[in-house]
């Protein structure tokens, strides 16, 4: 059997060694976009370029290509650069490379190795409220557009994340969102349910900033204990109060991190659902940040909040989510909806760019709609 691993880089020369080792695999080779890693050679084993691996693929010289624990960014572009050539779902592998390789270990041939679940994500989010106390305009979580906040309970997200762990083997990272997370009271009891499933996922609580002064020790000291980080948006009413609050997080030791600033925000729903779906995935930033919400896993905010939308502007938009409560959603399927276009794709198009502003009074339905489709 002959493989490749996407990425000359530390993690993929670990995993190659590994693959190696296996009684059925022939060959492993190196795929990578850096022209300066193309045609060198380490122990006889070569670098190619994307399309010199596509060439193989589609000989079937080459059966499937591994990704390993990148970025989320680069995992995205690496699986966009294979959807859009043609290589299938089924033909790639994303795993954690720790976890990836322990399991080698015991294997004798590569073909013995199987997955009972999605054996990585690098990024998983969850809205701990869905309402916000900044109500941006045209915020993709459509946060601005619902009157009740539908928090889940720490019991239902216990729920939630039983379901998940039992789909889903790793993930990289797991966001706490919203809305405004910081208005979910036991923001801190979820934390710690995310630490019980995922012990070794770094947890983010993505805020816009404004309550952080007001936090519980409940839920500093969670924070602290599952070393958790505070990532802060600099939105424009931030601005004069980032000093105080970066010296509040210090003298709490809290670890946080602040974004650069965001004066713009963009659209991109196209109410005619008529762009081409595998064109505008390959080129939307939102496509790998999965959502987890009321046990069911979404690709990205727009479709499982996009009830919220049709709600509000009578449309009706298409979601496009998997119930992870259903047997059907086997990791397979899981794998193969956030490899490829799903419905709402034919939804989103050229983004249309607007400066930051709150919502004030009724939001007009050609205010949050895209540039134009793509095709
Ligand atoms: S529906 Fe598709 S194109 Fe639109 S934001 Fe989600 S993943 Fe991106």
Known sequence: MKLAVYGYTEYGIR????LLEKKDVDQVIFVDNNVSKIGTKTDNIGVVSLYSFLRMYQQKEILKIIIPDYSLSTIRSMKNDLRKNGVKAEDVLIVETKSFIEKLEGLVKFSDYKCYKVPFVQYLSFEASEKCNLNCKRCDHFSNLIDNDNQESADEFTHDLEL??????RIGTFSFLGGEPLLNTDLYKLIYVVKSYYPDTQIIV?????????????????????QTIVRM????????????????????????????AVDEFWTQLNIEGNSDSHKMLNKCVNSDCFVLKKGKLAKCPI?????????????????????????????EVIHEYLYNPIKTCAYCGREKYYEWERTSGKVKVEEMLCADKIV
């Open 206 to 226: 993505l805020t816009n900033g404004l309550l952080l002064k007001q936090i519980s020790t409940e839920l500093v000291q969670a924070i602290k204990e599952t």
């Open 303 to 331: 479709t499982m909040n996009i009830s919220i939308f049709n709600n509000y502007f009578r449309t009706e938009i298409p979601q496009d989510v998997l119930d992870l409560s259903d047997d059907s959603i086997t990791p």
């Open 164 to 169: 998940l762990s039992s789909k889903i083997e």
């Open 233 to 260: 948006t600099l939105y424009p009413p931030m601005k004069d109060k980032i000093d105080d609050i970066v010296q509040f997080m210090r003298n709490k030791e809290i670890k946080f991190e602040l974004s650069k």
């Open 15 to 18: 995993i190659l060694y590994k």
